[in-house]
Each structure stands twice: as C-alpha cells, then as structure tokens.
C-alpha cells in the first residue's frame, strides 16, 4: 500500500480510495438490496399464508393451532415449526406440494401415485390459484415458522424465465423471416413455372415455425405465470342433463373425487364429518343451483376473486360429477339453529 501511495499525486489516492468506497458500497447496497427483497417475500408469504393456510396449519404452523385442524379428517397437517423435521425438504419440494396437479387417492381405481410423490387430498393446491412468485413467497414465510430461510434464489428463477422468454422469441423471430423468405421464393418459382404454389416446398420452414410459437406460448406463459395469477376463460353452462342411472354412476364418482382427490371434506362438512372453513354441504342439493355448483367448482376466482376456496383444476368430467354428488345431498334442517347449538354447548 506504501509504494502505491508513493507513485500517486494527492488526486489520484483520492481516486483509489473512493473507487474502493463505491466498490464497498456497491457490494453493501447488493447484499442489502437482497436482504430486503426477501424481506419482503416473507412479508407478502405472511400474508397469503394468513388468508390461505392459517385456518388449517395455525398461525406458528403448530399442531391442533388452526380452528380446522382438530375437524379435519387424517392425514392432518404437519407440524411447520417442526425444525428437524422441516429442515429435511428441499424448497422446491415443498413448492411442489403447494403447486402440484391433485391425484385420486382412491385404492385400486385411483391415480398412479410415486413412492416419494405428495398425494394428500386434505392439502389443496394453489397452481391454479397463485403466481409462481407468491407461492414461492408462501414456501419463504414457511421456512420461518421453524427457524430456517429460503435458499431457493427466486430473483434468479425470475432472470431465468426472463432470460428463456428472450431466446425462444429470437428463435420464433428467425423461423418467421425464414418461412416468409421461403414463401416468396415458392410463389416466385411457380410464377415462373406457371403453376399454383406448392405446399410441401415450405414444409420445413412451417414445422420449424410451427415448433417455435408453440415453444414461444410456454415461454410466455411461465414468465407470465411467475409475476400474474392465473387467469382461465369464463365457464360455459354446463350440460347437466342425464338419465337416473348415469347421474347416479356421477354421484357416486363424485364423492369417490369429493373425499380421495380433491380433499373437499378437509373445508366443508356433510353430516358430523368434515371441516369447518367453508360452508356445511349436507343440505347442498336443497341450497345450491347445479350450473352454479359447477361453475364454482371449475373457477371459484372468477365468481368471488378472494374466497379461500382455490381452484383445484378441475377437469370438465370431475367437476360434473362432484356437481351430481353435491345435488344429491338433501339431509332434514337441524333442529336447532347452528348458533343455538353451540351456544348450548359452550355453556
């Protein structure tokens, strides 16, 4: 340091010098400025895991803490603040259950299910209903429940979308200019030759555009999905007309899908089973229009953008056939009003 002082006019030490205070300060308002963007992925995962999950997990992630823990059929939720035990998952295996397509867990005419694969009806999920960054924001606020940080770099994964989205539109951008070249050349040559157009003379060029805009369509979709919600085209009436015999095939395969696949009776009650967070459905086919049931089932956002109810993703077929089990729930009024009931029983 002596000798680089020696060689240096007063001007250009100072020179060193604030270049190194910039270099520091460079390194400090980094280090800070990702300290507070996760800051700030806890803070947003707090309060979606407040609207979403608390019900269910509690408020510290505690057994029993939740007020529907104790009503939900097993299995019930883990222990979040668990830390020897919470520790052992990867982020993204805990992302993946929270974003992960539901699967019938019904013995021998359900859903082939992995060995290390998450298939626990009671446990929705949220690919439908969140972004990619919110539900890693919620897998964030859940590492502090036990005591630990998120590791998962989710500002890379952004660039990384960001960066893919780019490629695959200079790709998409290149086969257009080749199959217009080649449009045009193909016109030009049957001109001169006094013929129509031959298709099979762009082929190339139309298969390779054709994998391009499919390749851009996912690109834009995954950068889109990671900052936006999901969005889904408006539900069309449903067709609910059938004879006796197949609705009742329905219903029956609509409470096998109730119960083992999408894991309704963790948030709804039917009789003296299931959960407390929504509505009890035991007198549903009194209640509830079947188009309206169906729509719901499909798209819950689109009829009330805030309910807690995710969109489960189900298909067309599925939410038929839980619509014809909810219609067949027609148990007699309670003979005290629920209010009544447990005011009596708290006293």
């Not at 919110?134 to 960001?162: C, M, P, Q, S």
């Not at 995954?222 to 059938?242: H, Q, S, V, Y």
Request: proline share 5%.
């Amino acid at each position: 340091m002596r000798s680089i002082r020696r060689g240096m006019t007063g001007s250009g030490l100072r020179m060193v010098i604030l270049g190194g205070a910039v270099g520091f300060l460079s390194v400090a308002v980094g280090v800070t400025g990702c300290a507070l963007f996760q800051s700030e992925q806890v803070k947003k995962g707090k309060h979606l895991y407040e609207h979403y999950c608390m019900h269910c997990h509690g408020e510290h992630g505690r057994q029993n803490e939740g007020y529907n823990w104790a009503q939900m059929p097993d299995p019930r939720p883990k222990d979040l603040s668990n830390k020897g035990e919470m520790s052992t998952f990867k982020d993204e295996e805990i992302f993946n259950t929270i974003s992960r397509d539901m699967k019938d867990t019904t013995p021998n005419v359900g859903d082939k299910i992995g060995d290390d694969e998450f298939a626990v009806p009671t446990m929705p999920t949220f690919k439908y209903t969140l972004s990619e960054d919110e539900i890693w924001a919620i897998v964030g606020y859940v590492r502090t429940l036990h005591g630990t940080k998120l590791a998962f770099n989710v500002e890379d994964r952004k660039k990384e979308l960001d960066d893919k989205l780019k490629e695959v539109q200079g790709v998409f951008d290149q086969a257009k200019q080749a199959l217009a070249a080649a449009d045009k050349t193909a016109e030009d040559e049957a001109d001169k030759a006094g013929k129509d157009v031959d298709d099979n003379a762009t082929a190339k060029e139309r298969d390779a555009m054709d994998k391009a805009t499919k390749e851009l369509e996912i690109a834009q979709a995954a950068a889109t999905n990671f900052i936006k919600r999901p969005e889904f085209a408006p539900i069309p009436r449903p067709d609910l007309a059938m004879s006796a015999d197949e609705a009742a095939k329905q219903a029956e395969r609509g409470k096998q899908l109730f119960s083992n696949k999408y894991g309704c009776n963790a948030c709804h009650r039917v009789g003296e089973a299931g959960g407390m967070v929504g509505p009890p459905l035991d007198r549903a086919g009194f209640r509830l229009n079947g188009t309206w049931v169906f729509r719901w089932v499909k798209y819950p956002q689109a009829m009330k953008s805030e309910t807690r109810m995710p969109n489960l993703g189900l298909s067309d077929a599925d939410a038929k056939a839980v619509t014809m089990y909810l219609t067949t729930l027609k148990a007699p009024p309670p003979e005290k009003p629920l209010g009544t009931v447990q005011k009596a029983s708290a006293e």
